[in-house]
């Protein structure tokens, strides 16, 4: 059963394919446009990418952006860590089913309705919206799907590498950070590359939760399209869309078992 | 399988003298008194007490699922007793965690590390204690020419060979000199001819070190080859504890004549007893069965004779008028090359296996299927059973 895929295999791949990545391309070969009109080609140039080192809104955004993902992936994972080792390690305690599920549920929530209810919680705390209401948001959104990727890890784990610590002389927290913490932190590291690129890209939560002095790129992004698009947004969307191409890339090479390596 | 090139150990079952158990005044080393477990609806463990004394190579043998692993790992501290007590050197051990129990055991699946070379596998103990690291080198290069892996310690545990990991969980076991190292069925993984080989080796590091060994095991051979004394067990009970010949001669029940070894049962009523020798009436002979036992049974109580196969003696012509003397037709057998095991069926419809060494090359008179033959026994050779 040597055959290659059929023609009709070849032209649904193409199409499904074409679906997903013209509008990008497109995207990425536009923000390369020596026109200021987006539609019409008009040579090759990298003017745009200049362009956006001296707009300083711009700037200003890439760097929120960024800070926001490093602090809200680096809470979501520890936090997620903790999560999905009192999921694996403790058993059957009472309310492990409504645990799990009520730690999956945003995966599948609205995030309308998550921003909305974090926009909800926030003004009866009282507290001003800015940058750190945006950043305990993020780490709210991705602190599942970390939890989720460190999990199904942990579940492969040998427990016996833990009590063979233990049995050695090791505390538990102790045997925690010298044998688990290395056996999972393939996940781990996903877990936080994956939690950074939600927090990069995330329009909906942000536009909710943040406020002035806070506006991260993807809604400077938004907010300038709606005044008309220039080539200068293509050339800052491409650069976002290369960090995440880079930060999902990472997440699953670090995912794979070194070459050699048996399980168990 | 021994090599005479090896220094001769007193090793094994050679170790007559050593027998800490008869003494009334040693005191043991470890003591489980009354032990229950329950796993759910399971008990695992019900109500098991006995002894471990120091320098002694100590076995838990029994089908899976009895509870020998759970005995085991409450010794550990990976489990703790529903009732009873587990102490060491007279110290209770209940609420002390694993990690400050003087005792270090070798898993099943050894648990190594696998982000950590050999070295710092071995040296793991050593570095939770504290040692300085020069130290633990020099202790870590011991122990592995202890466990003969020199050369090795820069490899990472996926660039070894089963054999040889199974030595590296041995060596990171013994490395901080635990008062007792625990061992959970540590020949498991390994082919039939490395286990054999391992089994010795076990008996001379134990030798060697003169530390207590608890080994955790399902395999007869295993317990038998390697223990001063075995404990058998059944359903989260103790059914006997002895040394490997007094389990193997005069176990103390159907339960564990079959567990060790082929055995040949034979159900019968006492028709005589005189202190010394007890006749039975069974279907299985109608000449009458005769074993020693100075036990006074009950006329008429029902009991059980166990035969080993090679206890008994084939015979291809009719042997004359004694007791102990069964006749059928060969059903089948099978060569092993040093035994040939016939199994014989009686006229009473039971079958019966017997063992015959193959001491001569040339085969006499080939024995078939379907040829008639007689077997007997010595009164010595069986054991009467009462349970």
Same mark, same amino acid.
């Given at each position: 059963m040597t055959r290659g895929p059929t023609l009709f295999n070849r032209i649904s791949v193409f199409l499904g394919l074409g679906f997903l990545y013209a509008p990008i391309v497109l995207l990425v070969v536009y923000s390369f446009n020596a026109s200021r009109l987006v539609t019409v080609w008009g040579g090759f140039s990298t003017k745009w990418y200049a362009a956006l080192l001296k707009d300083q809104q711009m700037l200003d955004a890439i760097w929120i952006t960024v800070r926001l993902g490093l602090i809200s992936a680096t809470a979501a994972t520890v936090l997620g860590t903790l999560a999905a080792v009192a999921l694996v390690r403790s058993g059957r305690f009472r309310g492990r089913t409504l645990f799990t599920g009520m730690l999956q549920a945003p995966l599948v929530l609205p995030e309308v309705i998550l921003g909305l209810s974090l926009l909800l919680l926030f003004v009866a705390m009282g507290l001003q919206r800015g940058f750190w209401t945006v950043a305990v948001s993020h780490a709210t959104m991705t602190l599942c799907y970390a939890t989720v990727v460190i999990q199904a890890r942990l579940v492969s784990f040998d427990r016996a590498l833990e009590e063979a610590a233990q049995d050695l002389g090791c505390p538990p927290i102790r045997a925690f950070f010298l044998v688990t913490l290395p056996g999972i932190a393939p996940a781990v590291a996903a877990a936080w590359m994956l939690a950074f690129t939600l927090s990069l890209d995330d329009l909906v939560i942000a536009s909710f939760t943040a406020g002035p002095g806070s506006t991260t790129l993807p809604m400077r992004i938004y907010s300038q399209v709606r005044l008309g698009v220039n080539p200068e947004i293509n050339a800052v969307s491409t650069l976002l869309i290369a960090i995440v191409t880079l930060g999902v890339g990472i997440a699953t090479l670090v995912q794979r078992r070194p070459k050699g390596v048996p399980r168990g | 399988m021994n090599d005479p090139a090896r220094p001769r150990l007193n090793i094994g079952a050679i170790?007559? /003298?050593?027998? $800490?158990?008869?003494? $009334?005044n040693a005191a043991p080393l470890v003591r489980f008194e009354g032990v229950y477990k329950q796993f759910g609806d399971e008990t695992a463990v019900k109500g098991v007490s006995f002894d471990i004394y120091e320098g002694e190579f100590f076995a838990l043998l029994g089908p899976s699922g009895c509870g020998k692993t759970t005995l085991m790992r409450m010794l550990a501290g990976f489990e703790a007793p529903d009732a009873g007590r587990v102490s060491l050197g007279g110290q209770d051990l209940a609420g002390q965690p694993p990690h400050r129990r003087p005792v270090n055991m070798m898993f099943q699946s050894y648990a190594?590390? $696998?982000?950590? /070379?050999v070295e710092q596998n071995i040296g793991f103990g050593l570095s939770q204690q504290g040692l300085p690291r020069a130290e633990i080198r020099a202790r870590v290069e011991e122990t592995l020419a202890l466990v003969k892996?020199? +050369?090795? +310690? @820069?490899? @990472?545990?996926?660039?070894? /060979?089963g054999g040889q990991r199974q030595r590296v969980a041995l060596a990171r076991a013994i490395a901080p000199r635990p008062k007792m190292l625990l061992l959970d069925e540590p020949l498991a993984a390994l082919d039939k001819k490395l286990r054999e080989e391992t089994q010795f080796e076990l008996m001379r590091l134990q030798q060697t070190l003169g530390m207590t060994f608890l080994i955790v095991t399902h395999d007869q051979e295993e317990a038998m080859v390697v223990a001063d004394r075995i404990a058998v067990m059944s359903a989260g009970e103790i059914a006997q504890i002895g040394r490997p010949a007094e389990i193997y001669e005069? $176990?103390? /029940?159907r339960y564990v004549a079959d567990f060790i070894g082929d055995v040949n049962l034979f159900e019968g009523r006492v028709t005589g007893a005189d202190g010394t020798k007890v006749r039975l009436g069974s279907n299985d002979c109608p000449a009458g069965l005769e074993a020693l036992e100075d036990d006074h049974l009950a006329m008429g109580s029902p009991v059980w004779l166990a035969v080993r196969p090679e206890k008994l003696k084939l015979h291809l012509d009719p042997p004359g008028e004694t007791a102990n003397r069964l006749s059928g037709k060969v059903v089948d057998y099978g060569y092993l090359g040093d035994w040939t095991t016939y199994v014989v069926e009686l006229a009473s419809g039971r079958t019966v296996r017997a063992a015959v060494a193959n001491v001569s090359r040339l085969v006499e008179r080939p024995i078939g299927y379907g040829d008639p033959v007689w077997l007997t026994f010595a009164p010595d050779g069986a054991v009467v059973l009462t349970r």
């Open positions: - | 170790r007559e /003298s050593f027998a $800490p158990w008869a003494d $009334p190594l590390f $696998p982000h950590l /070379s892996l020199e +050369g090795l +310690g @820069r490899r @990472r545990p996926h660039q070894l /060979s005069t $176990p103390n /029940s």
